[in-house]
């Protein structure tokens, strides 16, 4: 019994001469990971996506007065009248040069002549058509309004000689509409691999976002703009990329990812369809991205906004860019601007022999940003539950997110230290080491962080530190040596 009241005696020392450091928890920050909102969202009206057979695109480059194309085609029924953007299937056989992918859209009954065409697209960024690759590729189009119940036709063909093909499947898979090719048909029954977009109703509120692939197609908000329209100045005529002679406006962006632009332009002179061309640049003359737009939607002697789609660049938030308008030939095309330096953030500017703009103009355009960027999932934490003081344990952090960004992890230990590591691909199991200096039972908080900045909830994993026995004897042993009168205590006890 003596010897018991001596350890406690012991005991009840070393818990006030050895200081104990208690666990702080945190307030743990948590957010919802769903919240879109009443916005309208794109979803699929008509699609067909079964592709185990494929025809080679035909090549043509006609001009405007060519009463025929050469040419595939895909017929569809649209049940919503907003068309917003048309997928294709496609495989880039070969590696080659950049090749105008070309799709027109016509009302079924007219002829397949640039006469009769309602929307024509471009693609032509490398970017998008990856060599061997089966992908879809997507030709956004200006929210033409179509006829519910009536036949449409989507006609695709390559501006130069290409191996790409566009993929289908036999079996009458899409009974609403035929395909076919000019000069060459296609089989009975087969129908091309195509998806019509249009908008569709708000997102639930309980965040069920799988049907139609809501995540694959974003929401846009303006981040940059200028739209006071006061003076208008001709496009210049240049071939290059970059131009030798051009409009240029500066615009700093606050959001990294860019969806789209738009520019307001003037056309003065009824004329045949013209390649406008736009990049965007850093510092001017050197080009980040380009795009065509074989504009002829645009009456004469009418103001428009001429919509270019971009494949969601990335651009740094704060630096200045420009972006540059030119036309490849002849074309009274004019870039609207506004007086009194109405985009105080950047400049304006022309390359020509000769021309200059006034100091204080700025030309119309807008900047289209990503803003459906949803966060990562809380990270899944694993690892020992205890440990001892000293030792480095292992523990395993793992987070998805929607969009497939690179995730980045913020981890605090509970012990005043944290982490950073990152980033990381999406799903991807990542080990972190990390040792206690001290006795106690630690929270691990984790956060995921994607590359555009979205935060999911913290997780938290609770780890123990124990006390050791043996080092609890040890610690009394040293103490009597310390203190002698303890020791003479404990020899009277006993």
């Known amino acids: 019994m003596k010897k018991i009241i001596g350890i406690l005696v012991c005991t009840l020392l070393i818990t006030t001469t050895v200081s104990s450091v208690a666990g702080t928890l945190n307030i743990f920050r948590t957010s919802e990971i769903c919240d879109i909102g009443s916005n309208n969202y794109p979803c699929i009206d008509q699609s067909q996506e079964l592709h185990t057979e494929s025809y080679y695109l035909q090549r043509d480059e006609p001009p405007a007065s060519t009463p025929a194309i050469e040419c595939l085609w895909q017929e569809f029924v649209p049940t919503k009248s907003l068309l917003t953007k048309i997928d294709i299937y496609m495989y880039d056989s070969a590696p080659h040069e950049n090749a105008n992918l070309c799709l027109i859209l016509y009302k079924e009954g007219d002829p397949i002549t640039y006469a009769g065409m309602l929307d024509y697209r471009f693609i032509i960024d490398p970017a998008h058509i990856p060599d061997y690759i089966e992908t879809w590729l997507s030709f956004d189009v ?38 076919g090719g000019v000069p060459t048909g296609t089989a009975p029954g087969f129908d091309f691999a195509f998806r019509t977009w249009s908008e569709c109703s708000s997102f639930s509120s309980t965040c069920s976002i799988e049907d139609n692939d809501k995540n694959s197609y974003s929401f846009s908000s303006v981040d940059q703009s200028q739209t006071n329209a006061d003076e208008k100045y001709f496009t210049y005529i240049d071939d290059a990329v970059p131009p030798r002679e051009c409009s240029w406006q500066e615009f700093v962006p606050t959001v990294s990812r860019h969806e789209k632009i738009e520019v307001l332009l003037y056309n003065s002179a009824p004329h045949e369809p013209t390649n406008l061309r736009l990049s965007i640049e850093k510092p001017l003359g050197t080009v980040i991205e380009f795009r065509w737009q074989f504009y002829f939607n645009t009456p004469a002697y009418s103001t428009d906004w001429v919509v270019f789609d971009i494949p969601d660049i990335d651009l740094t938030p704060f630096e200045t860019y420009y972006i540059v308008l030119w036309v490849n030939y002849a074309s009274e095309y004019m870039w609207w601007g506004g007086l009194g330096d109405p985009y105080p953030s950047g400049n304006s500017g022309r390359v020509c022999p000769g021309c200059t703009t006034p100091p204080d103009l700025d030309f119309c355009f807008k900047t289209y940003v990503d803003d459906d960027n949803l966060p990562p999932s809380p990270p899944e934490i694993n690892g020992p539950k205890s440990g001892k003081v000293n030792d480095n344990l292992e523990f395993k952090f793992k987070s998805q ?15 005043q230290n944290s982490d950073i590591s990152g980033p990381h691909e999406s799903g991807e199991d990542i080990s972190l080491f990390h040792s206690w200096s001290q006795v106690d039972t630690f929270i691990i908080q984790a956060k995921a962080v994607d590359t555009k900045g979205a935060e999911s909830s913290w997780s938290t994993f609770k780890v123990s530190i124990p006390r050791n026995r043996l080092s609890i004897v040890s610690q009394c042993f040293k103490l009597l040596e310390i203190f002698p009168i303890l020791k003479i205590l404990l020899q009277r006890l006993s």
Request: no cysteine; glycine share 12%; hydrophobic share 30%.
């Open 142 to 179: 200006p929210n033409i309004m179509l006829n519910i119940g009536e036949t449409y036709k989507m006609v695709l063909w390559t501006s130069r000689v290409s191996e790409f093909v566009w993929h289908g499947s036999l079996g009458d898979p899409y009974p609403n509409g035929e395909s």
């Open 401 to 415: 997110d929607p969009n497939g960004d690179n995730i980045s992890y913020h981890i605090e230990w509970g012990d």
